[in-house]
T-cell receptor, first 119, second 112 residues
């Protein structure tokens, strides 16, 4: 199956700093990637839809200036948490859709997640 | 926004027993998917059932879908300790442009 990677897998940063998380589709092109966050023992909440070459679409309640998303190529989307605060500590997961026709158009492939801890 | 709801929230069984988890949703869907997540890890896709399907099997997994009741169930037969994980349903509802809405999940513990 298609593989999606995330980097870093874990990151600890100080309050007020910015952190960038990368999401890569390794063997397919992804015109659309999704970013989720997950609090401990909770479900995944969709934050935004990342479209290659255009602005991301954010879900209601998600601050676009705080969570900057860039989808500059067909294999890479980045999420930057700006001026991070302890309440931003969470597990961030990305997913990508393979529209090459090899797989099913509605399939999403998930990355392994990034654990962010803000101290 | 529409969100699936799983029950039970937690389920503890003995190895060899069957585990049944349920999911309900609120609006019309294109398909419903079940995922598994081990603690602190990413998601593993288990099975997808389309809105025009009623039942699907994959190995020890059996998924049913009742669109009239807007509910689905995931049955894991002959459970193993390695099945211990959280299980989530996710719906791709009509008009969502393939965005997935996840349920709250069921934490399954299979005791050896």
């Amino acid at each position: 199956g298609a593989v999606v990677s995330q980097h870093p897998s874990r990151v600890i940063c100080k309050s007020g700093t910015s952190v960038k998380i990368e999401c890569r589709s390794l063997d397919f092109q992804a015109t659309t990637m999704f970013w989720y966050r997950q609090f401990p023992k909770k479900s995944l909440m969709l934050m935004a839809t990342s479209n290659e070459g255009s602005k991301a679409t954010y879900e209601q309640g998600v601050e676009k200036d705080k969570f900057l998303i860039n989808h500059a190529s067909l294999t890479l989307s980045t999420l930057t948490v700006t001026s991070a605060h302890p309440e931003d500590s969470s597990f961030y997961i990305c997913s990508a859709r393979d529209l090459s026709g090899r797989g099913l158009s509605y399939e999403q492939y998930f990355g392994p997640g990034t654990r962010l801890t803000v101290t | 926004s529409q969100q699936g709801e799983e029950d039970p929230q937690a389920l503890s069984i003995q190895e060899g027993e069957n585990a049944t988890m349920n999911c309900s949703y609120k609006t019309s869907i294109n398909n419903l998917q079940w995922y598994r997540q081990n603690s602190g890890r990413g998601l593993v896709h288990l099975i997808l059932i389309r809105s025009n399907e009623r039942e699907k099997h994959s190995g020890r997994l059996r998924v049913t879908l009742d669109t009239s009741k807007k509910s689905s169930s995931l049955l894991i037969t002959a459970s193993r300790a390695a099945d211990t994980a959280s299980y989530f349903c996710a719906t791709d509802f009509r008009g969502s442009n393939y965005k997935l809405t996840f349920g709250k999940g069921t934490l399954l513990t299979v005791n050896p």
